[in-house]
């Protein structure tokens, strides 16, 4: 399936005519399809890391990592974040992974980095104004995996040594994030959003929320700083903080051991049990739930040599996939699917030997094979509704976060058995 999956999107002409015929919209109202632009959730770069991976063992299959990088490239303007999943790191992160020798792409790397750098610098200015001034309330988007400074930090750990002075920047923004500030009359952590879960405002949080996701909330930043920790990149504080949000996203399991997606504003200053109330509150994936938290939490523990914490993860892990319905999870994706619960696992399992978890995993792979079809163009159809705005999303995908190439990547580590030769799962933080 991972060689048909790769045959069909091996070329980006095909993915761009594809996604933007009507068919890739069938009902009313529906999302517009995704144009595949430069990024890894939806785009080139993200197909790019597929290719990037096989042809480890496939080297003709370089060509194809090729084209879509060069389509991917063609697609960057200026207009472009910097985030690793949506901006200007999307592509910088797939070169990384295609190079097999330092000179590969080593002057567009250098362009892109030199950008990348100046743009994070430009964000953590306007952070350090703010936090300075004592304005409270950070947008997600600012500091998260997706589109911000965690995003952006993990692609530069991967070159630590030449990035190490940025890196250590954005390691001590979220060091200070993790500090106090006063809200609404109250003292909550720097990571308060003053919106609702969409980034709007929501009558269901009319005093914003805490977000505990993995993929825009402040478990990409846990998980960055034990990375970084644990490669030896640490900055005052870290340690401490790396603590303090332990402490701050233990106490909020449900009952049944489910982590939410977020933490009322009202709930954290009460200090009470979040409520998990609401659409959407929680889900079981990557992105939001139980399989992101207790991967972050495990990350933590294994930095810090807390082994309460680790046993904690592989339990809460364990209990969240074994009571899994098919009910629960919308989707093949890494981001909300099984494809990103399949990689959770099984960097869990290969790491803790856990017989248990591993057990689990033909189950996690054998939905997905159930799920595809060839009929379809990249053989897996997407019809969950948004979470923000309920709306279909459009069925034939591409991207790594959301789509075929994600899902190749996920079977191709199961069905090799191995880790990743590339390390591509470094953008969902899973290492």
């Known amino acids: 399936m991972v060689a048909a999956l790769a045959a069909g999107l091996s070329r980006p002409d095909r993915i761009a005519v594809t996604t933007a015929v009507p068919d890739s919209v069938p009902d009313a109202p529906r999302l517009r399809p995704p ?28 060509t194809a990592a090729h084209a879509h990088l060069s389509a991917a490239l063609h697609e960057l303007t200026t207009h472009h974040g910097i985030g690793l999943h949506d901006g200007v790191t999307s592509l910088a992160f797939a070169a990384r992974m295609a190079q097999r020798h330092p000179p590969d792409y ?10 990348i750098i100046a743009g994070l610098r430009a964000v953590l200015r306007a952070e350090a104004a703010r936090l300075d001034a004592g304005r409270a309330g ?23 040594d030449r990035h190490r002075k940025p890196l250590a920047e954005a390691l001590s923004y979220l060091v200070r994030l993790v500090r106090p500030v006063r809200a609404h009359g109250a003292d909550v952590p720097g990571w308060w959003v ?13 005093r914003g929320h805490l977000n505990l996701g993995a993929a825009h909330g402040i478990c990409g930043p846990l998980a960055l700083l034990a990375l970084a920790h644990e490669s030896g990149v640490r900055v005052p504080g870290q340690s401490e903080a790396i603590r303090q949000l332990v402490e701050h996203v233990l106490p909020y399991r449900l009952d049944g051991g489910r982590w939410p997606r977020v933490v009322g504003f009202d709930e954290f200053v009460a200090g009470a049990p979040a409520s998990g109330c609401g659409p959407g509150a929680t889900v079981t994936g990557w992105c939001y739930g139980t399989p992101g938290v207790a991967r972050v939490l495990y990350l933590a523990g294994r ?10 993860a592989i339990r809460a892990l364990t209990d969240a996939l074994s009571a899994l319905t098919p009910r629960q999870v919308m989707e093949g994706s890494l981001c909300h699917g099984w494809a990103g619960l399949l990689q959770t696992a099984w960097r869990m399992a290969d790491e803790t030997a856990d017989a248990c978890l591993a057990g689990l995993l033909p189950r996690l792979a054998r939905s997905l ?19 923000t705005s309920g709306q279909p999303m459009a069925p034939h995908r591409t991207g790594f976060l959301e789509g075929a190439a994600g899902i190749a990547l996920a079977l191709h580590t199961y069905g090799t058995g191995r880790k990743p030769l590339c390390p591509w799962d470094a953008a969902l933080l899973l290492g």
């Open 35 to 62: 144009r595949p632009g430069p990024t890894l959730a939806e785009g080139h770069s993200g197909v790019a890391l597929l290719y990037a991976e096989l042809s480890q063992s496939t080297p003709a299959l370089r």
């Open 106 to 115: 080593a002057t567009l790397l250098k362009q892109l980095d030199e950008r």
């Open 138 to 160: 950070v947008a997600m988007r600012t500091y998260d995996t997706i589109s911000g400074v965690t995003g952006v930090g993990r692609y530069l750990l991967l070159s630590r």
């Open 194 to 206: 003053p919106t609702g879960p969409s980034g709007r405002q929501d009558a269901r949080y009319p």
């Open 303 to 312: 930095a810090l040599g807390e082994p309460e914490w680790r046993h904690t």
């Open 369 to 387: 094979v159930d799920a595809y079809d060839s009929g379809f163009p990249f053989g897996f159809s997407y019809d969950r509704p948004a979470l």
